[in-house]
T-cell receptor
Framework: GNSVTQMEGPVTLSEEAFLTINCTYT??????LFWYVQYPGEGLQLLLK?????DKGSNKGFEATYRKETTSFHLEKGSVQVSDSAVYFCALYTGTASKLTFGTGTRLQVTL | DTEVTQTPKHLVMGMTNKKSLKCEQHMGHRAMYWYKQKAKKPPELMFV???????INESVPSRFSPECPNSSLLNLHLHALQPEDSALYLC???????????FGPGTRLTVT
């Protein structure tokens, strides 16, 4: 079956630090990969996506590259802000499973 | 506009009450979803409607009853809930089943 593994949180960084949140996956078929962000008290927002190997998704300074050889989709940002504090979910979809599979989420806390 | 709206924002109900959650989108999306999210956990899929027909029911107890009156609206009728049903209920929509999903802000449900 499909699964997504994310690094344990919380991740605590100072403002302007470099961010990496690791995400690896196991999937049958050729998954599409997503990062969602959930700010406190809110729903999930689609942050970025990639639908095939070597695709790079990017949005709001965040980037992630679909690496088929390492089955990874790590989220990166060069300089985080306090406003980036949130929970980040890695997710995948394959047609065979017919549902989104989420990772457990990684809480990011950015301090001044 | 990538907005999914949900009402109410908060709901407190007793175990004998009947209430409904409402979700609306005007993006022309033909797939809509209900998720349940417990604290510090990823969302769990409950139901999927595709072209206004129920296509997936993730073995959800019958005290939760979904309804899709038209392509823009999705309701979740609640009856005889248990305290463990207290959670954030999220609605989402996508252009077609399991294409990138857009989430609403959620309804925070407390069952007393």
């Amino acid at each position: 079956g499909n699964s997504v593994t994310q690094m344990e949180g919380p991740v605590t960084l100072s403002e302007e630090a470099f961010l990496t949140i690791n995400c690896t996956y196991t999937a049958t078929g050729y998954p599409s990969l997503f990062w969602y962000v959930q700010y406190p008290g809110e729903g999930l927002q689609l942050l970025l996506k990639a639908t095939k190997a070597d695709d790079k998704g990017s949005n709001k300074g965040f980037e992630a590259t679909y690496r088929k050889e390492t089955t990874s989709f790590h989220l990166e940002k060069g300089s985080v802000q306090v406003s980036d504090s949130a929970v980040y979910f890695c997710a995948l979809y394959t047609g065979t499973a017919s549902k989104l599979t989420f990772g457990t989420g990684t809480r990011l806390q950015v301090t001044l | 506009d990538t907005e999914v709206t949900q009402t109410p924002k908060h709901l407190v109900m007793g175990m004998t009450n009947k209430k409904s959650l409402k979700c609306e989108q005007h993006m022309g999306h033909r797939a809509m979803y209900w998720y349940k999210q417990k604290a510090k956990k990823p969302p769990e899929l409950m139901f999927v409607y595709s072209y206004e027909k129920l296509s997936i029911n993730e073995s959800v107890p019958s005290r939760f009853s979904p309804e899709c009156p038209n392509s823009s609206l999705l309701n979740l009728h609640l009856h005889a809930l248990q305290p463990e049903d207290s959670a954030l209920y999220l609605c989402a929509s996508s252009q077609s089943p399991f294409y990138e999903q857009y989430f609403g802000p959620g309804t925070r449900l407390t069952v007393t």
